[in-house]
């Protein structure tokens, strides 16, 4: 994996703002960019990645089916969900060839810590955390010039907001 250049913490006091956080990376995101997201269940990573849709303007409800491995919703950019979750072996993932078939959309996979290996080393990482019964801690790292600078319009956007 590359060196972690950079990252961000940001609090969420409920779903929406999972959501809110979700759509405003969603706005951002340009094809062939990946998203590894990793956290125990019931952390958000759903949450987060309806809201990723919404910041891609997909009309489908993205919803999660933990026994498909990928599911594919039209926008401004095809959003790829993948989920691991039932993953047995990471060379499921590769014989699927995530990366390849993804590189016109976005792709976003839940329990990527199943198969960290089959992903390239370039990528945002999002890692949830449980705080209480309504928080959430996201910490998102860029591994890669790419994510550095999508990390950087995120903390952008958040001071013009603040
Ligand atoms: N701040 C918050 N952000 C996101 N979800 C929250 C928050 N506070 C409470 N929740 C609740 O936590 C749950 C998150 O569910 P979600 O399906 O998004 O988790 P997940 O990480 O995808 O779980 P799984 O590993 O089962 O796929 C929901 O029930 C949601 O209502
Ligand atoms: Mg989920």
Same mark, same amino acid.
């Given at each position: ?5 950079? +990252?961000?913490? #940001?609090? @969420? ?7 809110? =956080? $979700?759509?405003? &990376? ?11 997201? +990793?956290?125990? #269940?019931? @952390? ?7 809201? =990723? $849709?919404?910041? &891609? ?29 039932? &993953? ?75």
């Amino acid at each position: 994996m590359a060196t972690v250049a950079a +990252s961000l913490t #940001l609090r @969420s006091k409920s779903p929406a703002q999972t959501r809110r =956080i $979700g759509a405003r &990376l969603g706005r951002l995101l340009q094809a062939g960019d990946i998203l590894l997201l +990793s956290g125990e #269940l019931g @952390s958000g990573k759903t949450c987060l990645v309806q809201g =990723i $849709g919404r910041g &891609l303007a997909v009309s489908d409800p993205v919803t999660s089916k933990s026994f498909v491995l990928l599911g594919e919703y039209r926008g401004r950019l095809t959003l790829y969900h993948g989920d691991l979750y039932r &993953l047995e072996d990471p060379l499921e993932v590769e014989e699927l060839a995530l990366t390849e078939c993804c590189a016109d959309g976005a792709l976003v996979v839940e329990w990527a810590d199943r198969a960290w290996e089959v992903f390239p080393p370039e990528h945002l990482l999002v890692r949830l955390e449980i705080g209480g019964a309504s928080e959430r801690d996201l910490t998102l790292a860029a591994h890669g010039e790419r994510y550095e600078r999508l990390l950087a319009a995120i903390a952008g956007g958040r001071r013009r907001r603040s």
